[in-house]
Nanobody, 122 residues
Framework: VQLAESGGGSVQAGGSLKLSCVVS??????MGWFRQAPGREREGVAA????????YYGDSVKGRFTISQDNAKNTVYLQMNSLKPEDTAMYYC??????????????????WGQGTQVTVSS
C-alpha cells in the first residue's frame, strides 16, 4: 500500500493550494488529511468516505478547504483557499476503515503518506 502526496509549497496569506494524494494497493473506506506543525499535535483537517463522498472538516478549515475524490484515479484532493499563516504545517494523507471511530482519530488510520509541506507567509 502506498500513499503519495503532492502539491505542497509556499504561498502568501490569502492564497490557495491544492494537495493530491494517490493511493495504490488498497481499497479504503475513509481517506483523511491531517496536518502537524512543529511542537503541536497532529490535527485532523478533513476526511471523505469513498462509498458516497460524505465529507468531514475540522472547525479551523470549514468554509476554506474542500476535500474531494476521483475514484477512477484513486486520488483524493484537498483544495485549500484563503490560506492563513496558522495553516503552515506538514500535511499528510491517510487511509483506513476507522471501525466506527470519529474521522479525526488519527490512530485509526492504517496507512499514511510521507507528507507534503505547506508554508503560508503573512
Amino acid at each position: 500500500v502506498q500513499l503519495a502526496e503532492s502539491g505542497g509549497g509556499s504561498v502568501q496569506a490569502g492564497g490557495s493550494l491544492k494537495l493530491s494524494c494517490v493511493v495504490s494497493g488498497y481499497n479504503t473506506y475513509y481517506m483523511g488529511w491531517f496536518r502537524q506543525a512543529p511542537g503541536r499535535e497532529r490535527e485532523g483537517v478533513a476526511a471523505i468516505r469513498s462509498d458516497g463522498g460524505r465529507t468531514y472538516y475540522g472547525d479551523s478549515v470549514k468554509g476554506r478547504f474542500t476535500i474531494s475524490q476521483d475514484n477512477a484515479k484513486n486520488t483524493v484532493y484537498l483544495q485549500m483557499n484563503s490560506l492563513k499563516p496558522e495553516d503552515t504545517a506538514m500535511y499528510y494523507c491517510a487511509a483506513g476503515l476507522l471501525y466506527g471511530s470519529i474521522w479525526s482519530t488519527s490512530v485509526k488510520y492504517n496507512y499514511w503518506g510521507q507528507g507534503t509541506q505547506v508554508t503560508v507567509s503573512s
